[in-house]
């Protein structure tokens, strides 16, 4: 026996899960992909974005990678947006997580800490209504979130956003500075606040897995706006509970290796692995199997080890975007220190008698990002739109718009055969949206627009995502009553005794609020769950 | 050629001379991307470079005709690579404003939609 528990996925659901299992003395052996991205010490700490951009004479290095790999000139896919410090977080994904899809862009990860290492750190509580929707426990899940904040460390702001975001979860550290741009709407927002909530409509400053003073030994943000470039521990990432967890007597790392299946007897459960670095199968027995893959890779490892052939559901958010314009802060100087995440957050509320139906803005400053990327879209010549971008950078935010997501059978996944991979399948993942979902997407982005509009920033143009570009997955393996490829409510794999799910699988609904924090939470609650089932 | 070519599309861009590290850093980019043309793309770049004063036209149609052609891409390639060296951050940062920043951005507004009109009809005629 490897270990009493064995986890799969060092992503934030699976580190959790396994730190609560090992503060209650569990052995835990914990498998992932492994890889590993730079940490700190890339650049000058004492130098804030700008001031490196004037000076480093090697930025060229993390800004567009050793192999140019950060100057996408042609189809821009989802995960482009990752800087070169963040490419380890797909390294090995094309090959060992193979999927083929028409109509849905995955973004996938076999890292260490997941696609948590990439994680806008967006901190949101599910509502009650939402959890109910969701199927989750809510007096469970409300204890969880505040263990979980408490453990990773949150700022926040107590506005309108906080029935949203940290509700009912004390001892938040108070949010970094609010970027010009976005502290004109809103300042507008505050001013004309009782029309908005008419409108069902609020905005505050988001809640950030982000510290702006010191916590658990992990230093508080110095504002570089480096969060896209590199990690000093300010910003919370699965690899720091990953890191602690190893120097624990009763906690087994491996990394480097693909969870391919399972099979489960009387008195344990045999996982079979691939090895990266080798290609050559390994297995591990241990008492109890916990999967923390994601929702797309724990489908793979359950679809292989009880029945490849069969369907399931599978939540995404539809995601859209909106380049505005400030036009008061044209030309306007910035101060050199902040935080390139996100600025405000701004809900749709349009709830009524028990059913949920939020819809979540991030309004993001383009202040560290390179402007490159945008001479690419713009619709003059490069020379000319240089100069112009110049005065429009300091007016210019990006709203990412979030929409609340249900199941439907026009999106699924399943395994088909290919002898190409090294894992002998991929997943094929087939989603659209039904007309009315799609309709109701338009109309909550045209309701965002005009209520930016109301607020002093001009929307440029609306962008609707390809799906899977919210990157926010869940739901494969639904909440359920015992039916075949379903979980019970405390994450027991339906039809077995010792396998369970602590990621996003078991989702019945997918509310459009940053699903991270959730995440942990459900993960954090299945583990006790699983502490006292063990020690009955 | 390369280091001609670079020199052109540099001078383009900022406005001046492209330091000697840029324009070696544009050759190993163009090798590591694998940036092919197609011949016409070979030629519209053939035409810059010999007519520099043609590029701000070209790559105005460009914009509306042909957004991923090969030239446009090598123009947003060297924009990357000159906008990561401190030598020309600064071309690339925001700008504070000055009494005149309106009348600037209008002139550089009606100068890009010229040169993406005019752009159109020389790009339309290269065959």
Redesign the interface.
Known sequence: MNAEFLVVGSGPSGVIAAEALVNSGKSVLLLDGGSRGPVGGATDATKAF?EL?????E??RY??GE??E??A??TVTTGAQLTPARRFITKHVDTFLPLRSETFQALESLAAGGLGSGWGLGSCVFSVDELKAARLPVSEMHKAYKIVAERIGICASDDDARPYTWAHIDNVQPPPPLDPAAAQIYKRYIGMRERMHRRGMRMGRPALALLTGEHDGRPGSTLREMEFYEDDGSAWRPWLVLDQLVAKRNFTYRGGFVVLRFAESSDHVEVTALDIATAKLHNFRCRTLVLAASALGTARIVLRSVNPRQRVPVLCNPYSYIPMLVPQQ?????PSRGISLSQLAFFDDESAESMPDIGMAFVYSYRSL???RL??E???????????L??L??ALLVVGIHHPESASSEKYAMMEADATSPTRDRLFVSYSLTTEETMRVRRRNRKYAAAFRALGAWPIKTIEMPAGASIHYAGTLPFGNGEPLTLSRDGRLAGSRRVFVADGSGFTYLPAKGLTLSLMANAYRTAQGLCRISTQ | MLDTEAQVFGRYILGRRLDHASEQLYESALEVLILGTTPRESRLIQLVISRPWLIAFIDGGLTVLNRTNGLRQRLVLMSAITEASPLYADLFLPVRRGPFYIVRMLCAAVRAAFCGVFGMLIVAFIK
Not at chain 1, 378 to 388: E, F, G, H, M, T
């Open positions: 700008v951009r004037r000076t480093d004479t930025q060229q800004l567009l192999q140019f950060s100057v000139l042609e044209l030309g306007k100087a910035k390179m402007l490159f001479l690419r713009a619709p003059i010549n490069v020379r000319d739109a240089r100069l112009l110049q005065y950078m300091p």
